[in-house]
Each structure stands twice: as C-alpha cells, then as structure tokens.
C-alpha cells in the first residue's frame, strides 16, 4: 500500500492529522499514539527509518545544514551511524555557540565526545578537538567546575590511550584555568601544568602548541606577582611563533593579553596598539566573548592613563556586550575597574552602582572584584563619611586578597590602612602596614594596584608628623607614574605632598606641587579631587598673608564639589555634607 494511502487511512481514523504546512506533513493527535507506534516498531524498522530519514533531510536541506544538524544528529544517532552522529552534533554545537546558546551548546558537544571515545568512532585528533570545545562551552556557561571535570577525563583517556597531543591538550586548557582569575586560581597547579605542558610540547615539535603555552606562561606570571620580564618575554616568544606561523587565534589571543603588560611598563601607546590590533582579529572572527574581553583591558588602560570618559564608554560597551551574550564573567570585569573613573569625575552615583555591580556579577564565576573593587568601594564610602562601613568592607576585601589574590593584597592593605587613619586610628593603620611590609612585591607593585599602598605608605608618615618621610614618598611615586605616563592617581600624590611640605612651612614647595596638581585635575576634569585642589590652595595662600585670593580659591573649589554633592546618592549626601573640609567649603564668605 502506498504511504499516501496509509496516511489516508491513519487520518481517518482520527490516528494523525494534516499539519498546517506548505510541505505535505502529518502530526500524532497524541503523543502517546505516537510512542505507542514507535514501540511497536521492531529495533531493525526504527533504525532503518531514522537512517532514511536522516538521508532524506540531508538530501532536501543540503544548503540548511546547520539549521538541521540538531535533527541530523538525533536520527544519525538513533540509526547507529556514529561518525554522522559526531558530525551533525558538532555542527549543532558550533551553530548554538554561534547565537550564544551555551547551554544547548554543550549538550551537542557532550553527545558527540561521547560518540566519539567509541573505539572507531573518531580520529584521536578529532576527539581532543571535541573535549576542548565541549570545555569551552562549559566555560561560556561560567561552568568551570564542569569544564576542569572535562579536561580532566580527556587527560585520563589520553593517559590511557598514551595519546600525548591529547593529553598536551588538557595540560593546557586547565593550566588556563588555573592561571586566570577564575574560582579555580591557583598559581602551585597553574606553574606544574604549564611546565609540564612546556616540555612535551617540545618533545612533540608542537610549535603551535608551544606559543599557546608561552601565552599561558605569560597570564600566569602576571597574576603570580610582578614578573613583568619574565610575562613580557613568554609574551613576546609567543607573539613570534603566533606571526611566523600566521596563527592568527593564537596571535589574537596573545595581543589581548599583553596589551596591559606593555601599559604597565611604561609602553602605554604600545599597549594601545595591541589592543586595537586584537580587536580587529576578534571582530574579523565574530569571537564575541574575546571581543568583550578586549574591551574590559581597554577600560583598564583609559582608567590608569586618566581617560575616564573613555574607560566608562568602554566599560558600558564591554557590559551590554556581555549581557548580550550571556557572559556573566564579562558582567563582574567590565565594571572591575571603572568605579575611580566615574569618582574622579564626580559622578557617585554611578560609581557605587557599578562597583556594586561588580561584586554582585563575581561571585563563583570572576573573583577578583570581590577584593579590589570591594575595597575601592570602601574607600568611597569611608570618603564620603560612612567610615564604619567603609573599614569592614575593606578588611572582607583584605581577607579575600589574601584567601585568593596575593597580588591584590597591598592594594586592599593599602585602602584599609588610609581608612583607619581617618578614624583616627594611627596604631591600627601602623599593624595593617607593617604586615603588608612583608609582602614579597612590596617594593615593586604593579601599576594596577600600587597607588592605593603608595598614598597610604605617604599618608601614614603624614599622619604620625615624619613630614619628611611623607615629601620623599610621594614623590618617590609621582616620579614612578610620570616615568610610566599613567597620570591617574598623580593629583591625590601631589596633594599629599603639599600637605608634608605645607605642614614645614615650605609654602612654595607646597604651591608648586598643588599648582602641579591643579592643572592634571583640570586635564583630566578630576572634579573629585579638584575642589580638594583648590581648596588647599586657599590654605596656602591664607598662610602667605593672601585672604582675598584664599577666598576666591574656596569659591572656585564650591563649583566642582556642588557638582559631586549632586551626583551623591541621598543616603551618603549627608554624611558628606557633614564632613569637615566638605563645610569649610560651602560655608566660607
């Protein structure tokens, strides 16, 4: 009998319906009919029809392939045709990953690795490529506890088939894992994974596989401390093997990375370069979640050069970003740094939401925000007179670093110690210093995180009456950010210095440096800092015998503090109003 007739028949008998399609096509009333008549099939008819079927949607779809791989892949699946089952599942995998579908991503991934550990199913080659991709997706989807879990079977199986590619592999992608700030950061596992994945990669003459492990090298000696010689030179071996073999994923991801470290050695345009040059790479690719990436590194280099406008624009293109393609990571890192930029430039509002943000977004997937912009958090509202707040959440953020992040410790020392000297409470700012004084990098903190320790070392000394110590600090670290032109931070150290050398008496050292001070703020339309500028300014010229100048100064220093008490949320307004320095201001005639 022909299927027509049969058909026919089963509509009649009210079995099946005509589907509103333009294709013939015919649906189950009930899905229990339908499973009813699929167990009633012998397993030889349910594997010939799904291979049929299968071959038929091949033959008709050949140009919507990805668009039915998902199709594909089940009936290749159910008729046991197990290399087809791996190629449809992977196409199905790589087109969610596409649209960002992460988790239907990694259940094609999984079938297919599963498929393909069968003992003829795939290629030893083929099968590494899998593993990788499936613990990719699981990455995509903040999973990394799956995604070690991952790699972690494929070392096993490449251990027992002695497949050493394989097992480089693994060795990479978890020595990834280890070396990023991820929940899985641990430098000990990280050093043993990448050396061992650095002599087999010679042993094999992987070159290739060397580079990617050079730039791995490269991440974790600058999260380890600062061994910027040391992460500059993996860096730079691997952007040669990456350009003379034209590995361009490679070549991209190695220019995403050292972008910072070339900031951080006082290469600031060459950072810049290597930026741009792998953003083009990344959108060239549609690599979104790298593209999101590059963005989070350009919001930390406009941030130390002081282009805050720029670091915020930055900083919202990475969020929407990252929220577009469901990137939790992406979340918490683009809004990581960004909140001094909005402070500098007045707008409190906006820098407490996204510092809070931040910390929100990182828990379990991108951890570092929980320690340093926590702290910087803190800071901002121990400056705007909630110190009691201020001071707890800058010991959590202390006791994260030193938990998780080492190298963030000095920094979330640092901005413990100058909140305690708020308080009044010398000795305790003392403890909390000479703790930190033991670190191993205390004398040589990276750019990142070194202003917060520098200004407290200086503060300290300010606040116990070494005047001296005070003036010889700050400079010590003006002339550090000069030397490196990344100007942030550069008129908080000049008003300390002012304030040593105005309190022996040295008015002119003391007007230099603010005068210093005033014109970067201005550059860098710092209102934060500018009325403070301004405002001692007044204090020197009161002292010089020039009260109507020092009055004019403190009505100059109104504007920009008027503009930063308008742009505080209504629960700190008052608590800033109150404060000292904030009164001598709006109140003077």
Not at 353 to 376: D, H, K, Q, Y
């Amino acid at each position: 009998m022909a299927v027509i007739q049969q058909l026919a028949q089963l509509e009649a008998a009210q079995l099946v319906r005509r589907a509103e399609d333009v294709d013939p096509s015919y649906q189950f009333k009930h899905a229990l009919t339908q499973d009813r008549a699929y167990a009633s099939l012998l397993k030889s008819q349910r594997i010939e029809l799904h291979r049929r079927t299968a071959l038929a949607y091949e033959q008709l779809y050949s140009q919507q392939l990805d668009e039915f791989a998902a199709l594909l892949a089940h009936h290749f699946a159910e008729a046991g045709e197990d290399a087809k089952t791996i190629e449809y599942a992977t196409r199905a995998g790589a087109a969610a990953m596409r649209v960002f579908a992460n988790t239907e991503a990694v259940a094609f991934y999984s079938q297919a690795v599963q498929v393909a550990k069968r003992a003829a199913a795939a290629g030893s080659t083929s099968l590494r490529d899998l593993y990788l991709t499936l613990g990719r997706a699981y990455e995509l989807c903040n999973n990394y506890d799956a995604a070690l879990r991952t790699y972690e079977e494929m070392a096993a199986l490449a251990r027992e088939r002695g497949d050493q590619p394989m097992e480089l592999g693994s060795l990479m992608a978890r020595g990834i894992i280890h070396s990023i700030p991820s929940v899985h950061f641990n430098t000990a596992k990280a050093q043993a994974m990448l050396d061992q994945a650095m002599r087999l990669a010679q042993q094999l003459g992987d070159r290739p596989a060397e580079a990617k492990v050079l730039w791995t090298l490269m991440l974790w000696y600058s999260h380890t401390g600062v061994t910027y010689d040391q992460a500059l030179d993996c860096g730079e071996r691997s952007l040669a093997i990456a350009r003379e073999l034209n590995l361009q994923e490679q070549l991209a991801y190695t220019l995403n990375d050292i972008c910072q470290l070339y900031v951080f050695n006082g290469q600031l345009e060459q950072g810049k370069a290597a930026n741009q040059e792998a953003r083009q790479m990344w959108q060239a690719m549609n690599n979104l979640p790298m593209l999101a990436d590059d963005l989070g590194y350009e919001t930390m280099t406009h941030a130390l050069a002081a282009e805050y406008p720029e670091a915020i624009a930055s900083s919202r293109a990475h969020l929407e970003l990252s929220q577009k393609i469901g990137s939790r990571w992406g979340e918490a890192f683009s809004q990581t740094w960004v909140g001094p930029a909005y402070v500098e430039l007045g707008l409190i509002e906006g820098a407490i939401a996204a510092m809070e943000s931040a910390v929100r977004a990182g828990e379990n997937v991108f951890t570092p925000p929980l320690a340093i912009t926590r702290a910087e958090l803190a800071w901002l509202l121990g400056e705007l007179g909630d110190l009691a707040r201020g001071i707890q959440l800058a010991r959590l953020a202390q006791t994260v670093s030193k938990e998780a992040f080492p190298t963030m410790l000095l920094a979330t020392s640092g901005i413990l110690c100058r909140l305690l000297i708020q308080s009044g409470d010398i000795d305790a700012a003392k403890a909390v210093l000479d703790e930190a004084s033991t670190h191993p990098d205390f004398e040589t903190v990276m750019p990142l995180f070194d202003a917060s320790i520098a200004l407290a070392v200086a503060e300290l000394a300010l606040a116990r009456g070494d005047f001296a110590r005070a003036v010889s600090l700050s400079d010590a670290f003006i002339a550090k950010r000069r030397r490196l032109k990344l100007p942030a931070r550069l008129p908080a150290a000049l008003l300390i210095n002012a304030r040593a050398h105005l309190a022996q008496s040295d008015l002119d050292s003391a007007a230099r440096a603010l005068t210093a001070a005033r014109q970067l703020a201005e550059a860098q339309s710092a209102r934060w800092m500018l009325w403070r500028i301004l405002a001692a300014t007044s204090q020197v010229e009161a002292r010089r015998g020039n009260a109507a100048h020092a009055r004019n100064l403190l009505a100059q220093a109104r504007e920009p503090l008027a503009y930063v008490v308008a742009h505080t949320p209504q629960e700190f307004r008052a608590s800033f109003l109150n404060l000292p320095n904030v009164r001598e201001v709006l109140q003077a005639q």
